[in-house]
Protein backbone atom coordinates (compact mmCIF):
# COMPACT_ATOMS: atom_id res chain seq x y z
CA UNK A 1 0.00 0.00 0.00
CA UNK A 2 1.26 3.71 -0.94
CA UNK A 3 0.52 6.23 1.19
CA UNK A 4 0.39 9.76 0.25
CA UNK A 5 3.20 12.10 1.40
CA UNK A 6 2.54 14.56 4.14
CA UNK A 7 2.06 17.91 3.34
CA UNK A 8 4.18 21.08 5.31
CA UNK A 9 1.82 24.13 6.26
CA UNK A 10 3.43 25.81 3.17
CA UNK A 11 2.67 23.48 0.78
CA UNK A 12 0.27 25.88 -1.15
CA UNK A 13 2.82 28.38 -1.14
CA UNK A 14 5.53 26.31 -2.37
CA UNK A 15 3.24 25.00 -5.43
CA UNK A 16 2.58 28.94 -6.15
CA UNK A 17 6.12 29.69 -6.45
CA UNK A 18 6.34 27.04 -8.86
CA UNK A 19 8.43 25.12 -6.55
CA UNK A 20 9.36 21.71 -8.11
CA UNK A 21 8.57 19.04 -5.54
CA UNK A 22 9.74 16.01 -4.57
CA UNK A 23 9.02 13.16 -2.06
CA UNK A 24 11.46 12.98 1.31
CA UNK A 25 11.25 10.66 3.79
CA UNK A 26 7.64 10.68 3.49
CA UNK A 27 6.86 14.46 2.69
CA UNK A 28 6.21 16.05 -0.68
CA UNK A 29 8.87 18.98 -0.07
CA UNK A 30 10.28 21.67 -2.18
CA UNK A 31 13.65 20.51 -4.36
CA UNK A 32 14.40 23.55 -6.54
CA UNK A 33 12.10 26.67 -7.38
CA UNK A 34 14.15 27.54 -9.87
CA UNK A 35 18.06 27.30 -10.81
CA UNK A 36 19.52 25.04 -7.78
CA UNK A 37 22.85 26.90 -8.32
CA UNK A 38 21.57 30.34 -7.82
CA UNK A 39 19.92 29.06 -4.82
CA UNK A 40 23.11 27.54 -3.89
CA UNK A 41 25.48 30.73 -4.89
CA UNK A 42 22.34 33.18 -2.99
CA UNK A 43 22.74 31.38 0.34
CA UNK A 44 26.99 31.58 -0.07
CA UNK A 45 26.75 35.19 -0.78
CA UNK A 46 23.32 36.40 0.05
CA UNK A 47 20.44 34.42 2.19
CA UNK A 48 18.12 31.44 1.14
CA UNK A 49 14.83 30.88 3.22
CA UNK A 50 13.95 26.96 3.74
CA UNK A 51 10.62 25.11 4.59
CA UNK A 52 12.56 22.40 7.06
CA UNK A 53 8.88 21.13 8.40
CA UNK A 54 10.13 17.49 7.53
CA UNK A 55 12.16 17.82 10.44
CA UNK A 56 10.98 15.56 13.61
CA UNK A 57 10.38 17.71 17.01
CA UNK A 58 10.34 15.06 20.09
CA UNK A 59 9.90 17.01 23.48
CA UNK A 60 11.49 15.37 26.90
CA UNK A 61 10.18 16.45 29.87
CA UNK A 62 10.20 15.92 33.84
CA UNK A 63 12.63 15.58 36.78
CA UNK A 64 14.47 12.74 35.47
CA UNK A 65 14.33 14.13 31.69
CA UNK A 66 18.08 14.78 31.45
CA UNK A 67 18.97 11.26 32.99
CA UNK A 68 16.58 9.62 30.37
CA UNK A 69 18.55 11.39 27.34
CA UNK A 70 21.82 10.66 29.12
CA UNK A 71 21.18 7.31 29.25
CA UNK A 72 19.06 7.02 25.61
CA UNK A 73 21.70 9.09 23.75
CA UNK A 74 25.48 8.72 23.40
CA UNK A 75 26.56 12.83 24.34
CA UNK A 76 26.57 14.43 27.98
CA UNK A 77 23.28 16.46 28.31
CA UNK A 78 23.66 17.14 31.29
CA UNK A 79 26.17 19.56 30.52
CA UNK A 80 23.97 21.81 28.30
CA UNK A 81 22.82 25.26 30.00
CA UNK A 82 19.25 26.22 29.30
CA UNK A 83 18.61 28.26 25.68
CA UNK A 84 22.07 26.27 24.40
CA UNK A 85 21.62 23.08 22.46
CA UNK A 86 24.09 19.95 21.40
CA UNK A 87 24.94 17.81 18.36
CA UNK A 88 24.64 14.33 19.15
CA UNK A 89 23.55 10.26 18.65
CA UNK A 90 21.44 7.96 19.33
CA UNK A 91 23.14 5.05 18.95
CA UNK A 92 21.58 1.11 18.66
CA UNK A 93 23.42 -1.79 21.35
CA UNK A 94 25.77 -2.62 19.07
CA UNK A 95 26.77 0.86 18.62
CA UNK A 96 25.08 1.52 14.90
CA UNK A 97 23.98 5.12 14.66
CA UNK A 98 20.08 5.47 14.15
CA UNK A 99 20.09 9.30 13.95
CA UNK A 100 22.10 12.27 14.44
CA UNK A 101 20.61 14.34 16.45
CA UNK A 102 20.06 18.42 17.98
CA UNK A 103 19.44 18.21 21.54
CA UNK A 104 17.47 21.83 23.27
CA UNK A 105 17.27 22.47 26.73
CA UNK A 106 14.70 25.41 26.42
CA UNK A 107 13.97 24.71 30.11
CA UNK A 108 15.15 23.44 33.68
CA UNK A 109 13.14 20.18 32.67
CA UNK A 110 11.93 20.73 29.07
CA UNK A 111 14.24 19.51 26.14
CA UNK A 112 13.56 19.02 22.62
CA UNK A 113 15.46 16.35 20.89
CA UNK A 114 15.39 17.26 16.90
CA UNK A 115 15.61 14.36 13.99
CA UNK A 116 16.33 13.60 10.91
CA UNK A 117 12.29 13.35 9.15
CA UNK A 118 13.21 9.44 7.97
CA UNK A 119 14.14 8.57 11.53
CA UNK A 120 11.90 10.78 13.49
CA UNK A 121 9.62 7.37 14.26
CA UNK A 122 12.36 5.45 15.03
CA UNK A 123 14.13 8.50 17.61
CA UNK A 124 10.53 8.49 18.73
CA UNK A 125 10.35 4.94 19.61
CA UNK A 126 13.72 4.09 21.16
CA UNK A 127 13.08 6.98 23.77
CA UNK A 128 9.81 5.69 24.49
CA UNK A 129 10.85 2.33 24.88
CA UNK A 130 14.33 3.85 26.94
CA UNK A 131 12.14 6.15 29.20
CA UNK A 132 10.80 3.24 31.01
CA UNK A 133 11.39 3.50 33.98
CA UNK A 134 12.46 6.94 34.34
CA UNK A 135 10.56 9.66 35.83
CA UNK A 136 10.17 11.82 31.88
CA UNK A 137 7.61 12.38 29.52
CA UNK A 138 8.35 11.82 25.94
CA UNK A 139 6.16 13.86 23.61
CA UNK A 140 5.57 13.26 19.52
CA UNK A 141 5.74 16.62 18.95
CA UNK A 142 5.75 16.68 15.27
CA UNK A 143 2.81 18.30 14.20
CA UNK A 144 3.42 21.10 16.87
CA UNK A 145 6.17 22.97 14.89
CA UNK A 146 6.42 24.14 11.07
CA UNK A 147 10.38 24.81 10.59
CA UNK A 148 11.73 27.63 8.92
CA UNK A 149 15.54 28.44 8.32
CA UNK A 150 16.96 31.86 6.98
CA UNK A 151 20.90 30.89 5.82
CA UNK A 152 23.44 33.24 4.21
CA UNK A 153 25.89 36.07 5.36
CA UNK A 154 22.75 38.77 5.02
CA UNK A 155 20.56 36.44 7.78
CA UNK A 156 20.81 38.20 10.72
CA UNK A 157 20.07 41.74 8.91
CA UNK A 158 17.00 39.51 7.66
CA UNK A 159 15.87 38.24 10.96
CA UNK A 160 17.00 41.47 12.89
CA UNK A 161 14.82 43.68 10.72
CA UNK A 162 11.40 41.32 12.09
CA UNK A 163 12.52 41.00 15.32
CA UNK A 164 13.74 42.85 18.60
CA UNK A 165 15.32 39.43 19.56
CA UNK A 166 19.09 39.82 21.11
CA UNK A 167 20.53 37.82 18.12
CA UNK A 168 23.88 39.90 18.56
CA UNK A 169 24.03 38.00 21.77
CA UNK A 170 22.53 34.82 20.40
CA UNK A 171 25.73 31.91 19.86
CA UNK A 172 25.48 29.21 17.93
CA UNK A 173 24.35 26.52 18.76
CA UNK A 174 22.05 28.24 21.17
CA UNK A 175 18.05 29.23 20.93
CA UNK A 176 15.59 31.91 22.97
CA UNK A 177 12.22 32.77 22.62
CA UNK A 178 11.08 35.48 20.78
CA UNK A 179 8.73 37.46 18.47
CA UNK A 180 9.38 36.89 15.09
CA UNK A 181 7.36 39.00 12.45
CA UNK A 182 4.51 38.95 15.20
CA UNK A 183 4.68 35.32 15.61
CA UNK A 184 5.90 33.64 18.36
CA UNK A 185 9.10 31.43 17.39
CA UNK A 186 11.86 29.59 19.26
CA UNK A 187 14.92 31.55 17.47
CA UNK A 188 17.92 28.66 17.10
CA UNK A 189 21.55 29.61 15.63
CA UNK A 190 21.87 26.46 14.13
CA UNK A 191 21.73 25.36 10.46
CA UNK A 192 23.27 23.06 7.81
CA UNK A 193 24.88 24.79 5.26
CA UNK A 194 28.08 26.10 6.37
CA UNK A 195 26.78 29.73 6.79
CA UNK A 196 25.68 31.68 9.27
CA UNK A 197 21.89 31.51 10.02
CA UNK A 198 18.79 30.57 11.75
CA UNK A 199 15.94 28.37 12.05
CA UNK A 200 12.87 28.96 13.62
CA UNK A 201 10.23 26.76 15.47
CA UNK A 202 6.95 27.78 15.36
CA UNK A 203 3.31 27.17 15.26
CA UNK A 204 1.66 25.49 11.70
CA UNK A 205 -0.39 27.96 11.66
CA UNK A 206 2.28 30.70 11.73
CA UNK A 207 4.17 29.75 9.23
CA UNK A 208 2.69 31.30 5.91
CA UNK A 209 3.00 34.61 7.89
CA UNK A 210 6.14 34.12 9.14
CA UNK A 211 7.95 33.11 5.76
CA UNK A 212 6.25 35.94 3.83
CA UNK A 213 7.41 38.47 6.29
CA UNK A 214 10.75 37.12 5.79
CA UNK A 215 10.25 37.13 2.28
CA UNK A 216 9.56 41.15 2.43
CA UNK A 217 12.73 42.13 4.56
CA UNK A 218 14.87 39.86 2.80
CA UNK A 219 13.44 41.47 -0.77
CA UNK A 220 16.51 43.98 -0.90
CA UNK A 221 19.14 41.95 0.46
CA UNK A 222 19.24 39.32 -1.85
CA UNK A 223 17.00 36.23 0.02
CA UNK A 224 15.03 34.18 -2.26
CA UNK A 225 13.37 30.83 -1.68
CA UNK A 226 15.82 27.51 -1.38
CA UNK A 227 14.80 23.61 -1.27
CA UNK A 228 16.95 20.71 -0.72
CA UNK A 229 18.53 20.22 -3.40
CA UNK A 230 21.26 23.15 -2.81
CA UNK A 231 20.40 22.47 0.74
CA UNK A 232 22.47 18.68 -0.01
CA UNK A 233 25.21 20.67 -2.03
CA UNK A 234 25.45 23.57 0.22
CA UNK A 235 26.20 20.78 3.51
CA UNK A 236 27.76 18.60 1.07
CA UNK A 237 30.71 21.68 0.46
CA UNK A 238 30.49 22.13 4.13
CA UNK A 239 31.69 18.34 4.86
CA UNK A 240 28.36 17.99 7.17
CA UNK A 241 27.59 14.36 7.25
CA UNK A 242 23.69 13.18 5.87
CA UNK A 243 21.80 10.22 7.67
CA UNK A 244 21.72 7.19 5.21
CA UNK A 245 25.14 8.60 3.20
CA UNK A 246 27.66 9.07 5.72
CA UNK A 247 25.94 7.91 8.94
CA UNK A 248 24.17 4.37 8.86
CA UNK A 249 23.44 1.52 11.40
CA UNK A 250 26.10 -0.58 10.10
CA UNK A 251 28.77 2.35 11.37
CA UNK A 252 29.67 3.40 15.07
CA UNK A 253 30.28 7.38 15.65
CA UNK A 254 33.86 6.42 15.60
CA UNK A 255 33.88 4.49 12.44
CA UNK A 256 32.64 7.95 10.79
CA UNK A 257 35.03 10.18 12.38
CA UNK A 258 32.67 11.31 15.12
CA UNK A 259 33.86 9.90 17.82
CA UNK A 260 34.29 12.84 20.00
CA UNK A 261 30.30 13.08 20.21
CA UNK A 262 30.73 10.00 22.49
CA UNK A 263 31.06 11.00 26.39
CA UNK A 264 32.32 7.88 28.21
CA UNK A 265 32.83 10.04 31.10
CA UNK A 266 28.77 10.73 31.94
CA UNK A 267 27.59 8.94 34.86
CA UNK A 268 25.98 6.10 34.45
CA UNK A 269 25.48 3.51 31.79
CA UNK A 270 24.22 4.20 28.17
CA UNK A 271 22.64 2.53 25.73
CA UNK A 272 25.29 1.17 23.50
CA UNK A 273 28.28 2.02 26.00
CA UNK A 274 30.09 -1.50 25.70
CA UNK A 275 29.91 -1.78 21.97
CA UNK A 276 31.17 1.82 21.66
CA UNK A 277 34.03 1.39 23.52
CA UNK A 278 35.05 -1.45 21.89
CA UNK A 279 34.80 0.68 18.65
CA UNK A 280 36.98 3.02 20.66
CA UNK A 281 39.57 0.73 21.37
CA UNK A 282 39.52 -0.62 17.85
CA UNK A 283 39.73 2.69 15.94
CA UNK A 284 43.35 3.54 17.74
CA UNK A 285 44.87 0.32 17.08
CA UNK A 286 43.41 -0.17 13.66
CA UNK A 287 41.75 2.95 12.13
CA UNK A 288 38.75 2.14 9.94
CA UNK A 289 38.23 3.83 6.75
CA UNK A 290 38.68 7.61 7.09
CA UNK A 291 35.93 9.90 5.89
CA UNK A 292 37.79 12.43 2.82
CA UNK A 293 37.42 14.63 0.80
CA UNK A 294 37.88 13.92 -3.47
CA UNK A 295 38.22 17.09 -5.37
CA UNK A 296 37.34 15.89 -9.46
CA UNK A 297 40.41 16.71 -12.16
CA UNK A 298 37.62 16.07 -14.69
CA UNK A 299 34.06 16.89 -15.31
CA UNK A 300 32.19 13.71 -14.52
CA UNK A 301 30.48 13.60 -11.37
CA UNK A 302 30.13 11.03 -8.41
CA UNK A 303 27.69 9.39 -6.68
CA UNK A 304 26.95 7.75 -3.60
CA UNK A 305 27.50 3.79 -3.89
CA UNK A 306 30.64 4.53 -6.38
CA UNK A 307 33.67 2.41 -5.71
CA UNK A 308 37.17 4.81 -5.01
CA UNK A 309 39.76 2.83 -6.50
CA UNK A 310 43.66 3.17 -6.52
CA UNK A 311 45.98 0.53 -7.78
CA UNK A 312 43.66 -1.09 -9.67
CA UNK A 313 42.11 -2.45 -6.00
CA UNK A 314 38.96 -1.14 -4.65
CA UNK A 315 40.10 1.36 -1.56
CA UNK A 316 36.88 2.70 -0.73
CA UNK A 317 33.55 3.96 -1.72
CA UNK A 318 31.67 7.36 -2.21
CA UNK A 319 28.86 8.17 0.34
CA UNK A 320 27.52 12.17 -1.54
CA UNK A 321 28.66 13.36 -4.54
CA UNK A 322 27.76 16.33 -6.72
CA UNK A 323 29.04 19.42 -8.14
CA UNK A 324 30.07 22.08 -6.09
CA UNK A 325 29.10 26.11 -7.71
CA UNK A 326 31.46 27.55 -4.88
CA UNK A 327 35.00 25.23 -6.43
CA UNK A 328 33.14 24.94 -9.95
CA UNK A 329 34.43 21.23 -9.52
CA UNK A 330 32.87 17.93 -8.66
CA UNK A 331 33.22 17.23 -5.27
CA UNK A 332 32.95 13.86 -3.17
CA UNK A 333 32.79 12.29 0.23
CA UNK A 334 34.04 9.25 0.24
CA UNK A 335 35.39 6.43 3.39
CA UNK A 336 38.49 5.32 2.33
CA UNK A 337 41.11 2.98 3.70
CA UNK A 338 43.24 4.77 5.49
CA UNK A 339 46.87 4.16 3.53
CA UNK A 340 44.95 6.12 1.32
CA UNK A 341 42.98 9.04 3.47
CA UNK A 342 46.25 11.78 3.80
CA UNK A 343 45.45 15.04 1.46
CA UNK A 344 47.31 14.95 -1.29
CA UNK A 345 47.74 11.23 -1.80
CA UNK A 346 47.97 10.35 -5.39
CA UNK A 347 46.89 7.59 -8.13
CA UNK A 348 43.10 7.86 -6.44
CA UNK A 349 39.64 7.97 -8.65
CA UNK A 350 36.56 7.22 -8.40
CA UNK A 351 34.88 3.96 -10.69
CA UNK A 352 31.75 6.18 -12.44
CA UNK A 353 30.13 3.23 -14.42
CA UNK A 354 33.74 1.78 -15.50
CA UNK A 355 35.86 4.57 -16.19
CA UNK A 356 38.68 5.48 -13.93
CA UNK A 357 38.08 9.44 -13.12
CA UNK A 358 41.45 11.24 -11.25
CA UNK A 359 40.71 12.60 -8.29
CA UNK A 360 42.65 14.72 -5.44
CA UNK A 361 42.20 13.56 -1.52
CA UNK A 362 41.35 16.77 0.18
CA UNK A 363 40.91 17.09 3.76
CA UNK A 364 37.22 18.21 4.58
CA UNK A 365 35.28 20.60 4.74
CA UNK A 366 35.57 21.32 1.08
CA UNK A 367 34.35 25.35 2.29
CA UNK A 368 34.82 27.26 5.13
CA UNK A 369 33.42 30.25 5.46
CA UNK A 370 35.12 33.66 6.78
CA UNK A 371 33.93 34.82 10.13
Not at 30 to 36: D, G, Q, T, V
Not at 298 to 312: D, L, Q, T
Not at 353 to 359: K, Q, T
Request: glycine share 12%; hydrophobic share 45%.
Amino acid sequence: MSTAPRLTALDALHRSLGATMTDFAGWDMPLRYASERDEHIAVRTKAGLFDLSHMGEITVTGPAAVDLLNFALVGNIGTVSVGRARYTMICAEDGGILDDLIVYRLAETEYMVVANAGNAQIVLDALTARGEGFDAEVRDDRDAYALLAVQGPESPAILAAVTDADLDGLKYYAGLPGTVAGVPALIARTGYTGEDGFELFVAPGHAEQLWRALTEAGASRGLIPCGLSCRDTLRLEAGMPLYGHELTTGLTPFDAGLGRVVKFEKEGDFVGRKALEAAAGRAETAPPRKLVGLVAEGRRVPRAGFPVVAGGQVIGEVTSGAPSPTLGKPVAMAYVDAAHATPGTEGVAVDIRGSHEPYEVVALPFYKRRK
